[in-house]
């Protein structure tokens, strides 16, 4: 079946970097695009960005611009989201998931990020 | 940037009751909005995809209407397993933003 398995959780200081990976596996990984979603403690869903598997273009949110970048591994068929300069409202379980034509599904179980001094 | 509004922010309500949550764009996204459940602690579903189209495996007292600003998504009869927060996502133009949730609680 369809699955995403995300990297555990991580602890970082302040102005430190993170970097999730995300698995793929049950499907033909260069055929779809990732992307990657995080959603702070009692809050709602934040769309931070896609990547295309097949050539590895980007589309980042604006407010994200310069701290983010997304790369893909085909011959591993993982995906990584690296996060710089973390703030404390980076705080946040990220996630990622498959993006099928415009929809999301299904999407990784989640990687918790606490930043923290 | 395309803002999602959704209502009501939470709602309760009792098992086989009909709901029906609301999903309002800021512009018009034609047929470009999926909706998602999450319960807590896990990762959100997708329940239906292009306003209208039940994704597989989902029950079909799911289901979704609405095209240009304006959405809905209805449970025709809730179960138990339907208590959650329900999120709108526009897919028209990036940022593909989300509405804020809706938490859906046992009466």
């Known amino acids: 079946q369809v699955q995403l398995v995300q990297s555990g959780a991580e602890v970082k200081k302040p102005g430190a970097s993170v970097k999730v990976s995300c698995k793929a596996s049950?499907?033909?990984?260069?055929?779809?695009?990732i992307s990657w979603v995080r959603q702070a403690p009692g809050q709602g869903l934040e769309w931070m960005g896609w990547?295309?598997?097949?050539?590895?273009?980007?589309n980042y949110a604006q407010k994200l611009q310069g701290r983010v970048t997304m790369t893909t591994d085909t011959s591993t068929s993982t995906a990584y989201m690296e996060l710089r300069s973390l703030r404390s409202d980076d705080t946040a379980v990220y996630y990622c998931?498959?993006?099928?034509?415009?929809?999301?599904?299904?999407w990784g179980q989640g990687t918790l990020v606490t930043v923290s001094s | 940037d395309i803002q999602m509004t959704q209502s009501p922010s939470s709602l309760s309500a009792s098992v086989g009751d009909r709901v029906t949550i609301t999903c309002r764009a800021s512009?018009?996204?034609?047929?470009?909005l999926n909706w998602y459940q999450q319960k807590p602690g896990k990762a959100p579903k997708l329940l239906i995809y292009?306003?209208?189209s039940l994704q597989s495996g989902v029950p079909s007292r799911f289901s979704g209407s609405g095209s240009g600003t304006d959405f809905t998504l209805t449970i025709s009869s809730l179960q138990p397993e339907d208590f959650a927060t329900y999120y709108c996502?526009?897919?028209?133009?990036?940022?593909?933003?989300f509405g804020q949730g809706t938490k859906l609680e046992i009466k």
């Open positions: 998931a498959r993006e099928a034509i415009s929809w999301f599904d299904p």
């Open positions: 990547i295309s598997a097949y050539n590895g273009n980007t």
């Open positions: 049950g499907y033909t990984f260069t055929s779809y695009g």
């Open positions: 292009a306003a209208s």
């Open positions: 512009q018009s996204i034609s047929s470009y």
């Open positions: 996502q526009q897919s028209y133009s990036t940022p593909h933003s």
